[in-house]
T-cell receptor, first 113, second 111 residues
Framework: DTEVTQTPKHLVMGMTNKKSLKCEQH?????MYWYKQKAKKPPELMFV???????INESVPSRFSPECPNSSLLNLHLHALQPEDSALYLC????????????FGPGTRLTVT | QKEVEQNSGPLSVPEGAIASLNCTYS??????FFWYRQYSGKSPELIMF????GDKEDGRFTAQLNKASQYVSLLIRDSQPSDSATYLC???????????FGKGTRLHILP
């Protein structure tokens, strides 16, 4: 089973709203990732959690706040976003510890109005 | 600047022919190489990975790695219209949990 699930599939939010994106995997993977992808661009890494600890933050603005409640779950809390933050937000996971094959979820299409 | 480079395309290939997708990378110490397929509006799907010099085959797909030339390629045999997608090359350079993506090559299989 190489399934990563993400909810919601689509999200429209105003610039003053607070919302959260959720990601779940049951593959026993110990590394989880958030990416942002704009149209016709490659995925852009935002955060990496390894063994439930934040290991990489790619200088992401503080209006994006990640959380890893346990080894299977990853959240991305959104607050005071800008219209330019509209994008496809992808979650991925990998076994970690030298195994870098990443498996992506279907993504959340976010529109900020 | 550590980079992964791909021709953006579009690469047009007749149905039934071999599609050849190429990728070069800048860090000679890179160890892990990945090919993802991404259909429009969908998420990337891992289709091949290769760690050792040479060829790795999986069905109609063959990944080729030449570390001396810092070059990795993906061959798709008997191309089908359903292979039309963007193909992303990705490389792990630092032996951490991060992979660097190329900009992707758009492949169009002509019926």
């Amino acid at each position: 089973d190489t399934e990563v699930t993400q909810t919601p599939k689509h999200l429209v939010m105003g610039m003053t709203n607070k919302k959260s994106l959720k990601c779940e995997q049951h593959m026993g993977h110990r590394a989880m990732y958030w990416y942002k992808q704009k149209a016709k661009k490659p995925p852009e890494l935002m955060f990496v959690y390894s063994y439930e600890k934040l290991s990489i933050n790619e200088s992401v603005p503080s209006r994006f706040s990640p959380e890893c409640p346990n080894s299977s779950l990853l959240n991305l809390h959104l607050h005071a976003l800008q219209p330019e933050d509209s994008a496809l937000y992808l979650c991925a996971s990998s076994r970690g510890q030298g195994d870098y094959e990443q498996y992506f979820g279907p993504g959340t299409r976010l529109t900020v109005t | 600047q550590k980079e992964v480079e791909q021709n953006s395309g579009p690469l047009s290939v007749p149905e039934g022919a071999i599609a050849s997708l190429n990728c070069t990378y800048s860090d000679r110490g890179s160890q892990s190489f990945f090919w993802y397929r991404q259909y429009s509006g969908k998420s990337p799907e891992l289709i091949m990975f290769i760690y050792s010099n040479g060829d790795k085959e999986d069905g109609r797909f063959t990944a080729q790695l030449n570390k001396a030339s810092q070059y990795v390629s993906l061959l798709i045999r008997d191309s089908q219209p359903s292979d039309s997608a963007t193909y992303l090359c990705a490389v792990n350079m630092n032996r951490d949990d991060k992979i660097i993506f190329g900009k992707g090559t758009r492949l169009h299989i002509l019926p």
